[in-house]
T-cell receptor, first 114, second 115 residues
Framework: DSGVTQTPKHLITATGQRVTLRCSPRSGDLSVYWYQQSLDQGLQFLIHYYNGEERAKGNILERFSAQQFPDLHSELNLSSLELGDSALYFC?????????????FGPGTRLTVL | AQSVTQLDSHVSVSEGTPVLLRCNYSSSYSPSLFWYVQHPNKGLQLLLKYTSAATLVKGINGFEAEFKKSETSFHLTKPSAHMSDAAEYFCVVRSSNFGNEKLTFGTGTRLTIIP
């Protein structure tokens, strides 16, 4: 158990809908990272938040947004969903300060868009 | 910029024989390197990490990796494969550059163990 929690584990929805994925980092970690794992794109970095502020963006679509709240949990919002958004979404956390060692991953949310 | 190339998408070995999963990296800054494992329908688990200390790194479950700067390689090895090692393995690079702390994943190597 990494100490990172994600809810829900599974999400099934229809095209055009909007969903919210939630992540709670390990106790004491200030950074949250979101990654998408799909068959065609592999594991890709989406976005990084540090202590409530956006620090870096990766290959995140404009239809997707995220935020980190004062209690440090984070939410990833996916809107106008398309079939191609079906994927496993991971969040990870770390202390957010050097040295930059490993990130600790949650169990993931599997999103299926029908 | 940073990138990782996993040289084999699939590797099959017999139980009890050595495992070698190959990885080459590229990084503009002093990199940290990791191997993560993903069992079917599971999350990502850290196997081992290199963070500029010893170049030969020992991880969990008998896995090792050697950082070779001259060859920009970080190959993963295990002397004797076990059935429970069947999984997807990811080589991962992370720069030490502020604002670029994300992990960059290789495309993965699927390890199959033949009984």
């Amino acid at each position: 158990d990494s100490g990172v929690t994600q809810t829900p584990k599974h999400l099934i929805t229809a095209t055009g809908q909007r969903v919210t994925l939630r992540c709670s980092p390990r106790s004491g970690d200030l950074s949250v990272y979101w990654y998408q794992q799909s068959l065609d794109q592999g594991l890709q970095f989406l976005i990084h938040y540090y202590n409530g502020e956006e620090r870096a963006k990766g290959n995140i679509l404009e239809r997707f947004s995220a935020q980190q709240f004062p209690d440090l949990h984070s939410e990833l919002n996916l809107s106008s969903l398309e079939l191609g958004d079906s994927a496993l979404y991971f969040c990870a956390s770390d202390g957010g300060r050097p040295p930059y060692n490993e990130q600790f991953f949650g169990p993931g949310t599997r999103l299926t868009v029908l | 910029a940073q990138s990782v190339t996993q040289l084999d998408s699939h590797v099959s070995v017999s139980e009890g024989t050595p495992v070698l999963l190959r990885c080459n990296y590229s990084s503009s800054y002093s990199p940290s390197l990791f191997w993560y494992v993903q069992h079917p329908n599971k999350g990502l688990q850290l196997l081992l990490k290199y963070t500029s200390a010893a170049t030969l790194v020992k991880g969990i479950n008998g896995f090792e990796a050697e950082f070779k700067k001259s060859e920009t390689s970080f190959h993963l090895t295990k002397p004797s494969a076990h059935m429970s090692d069947a999984a997807e393995y990811f080589c991962v690079v992370r720069s030490s550059n502020f604002g670029n702390e994300k992990l960059t994943f290789g495309t993965g190597t699927r390890l199959t163990i033949i009984p």
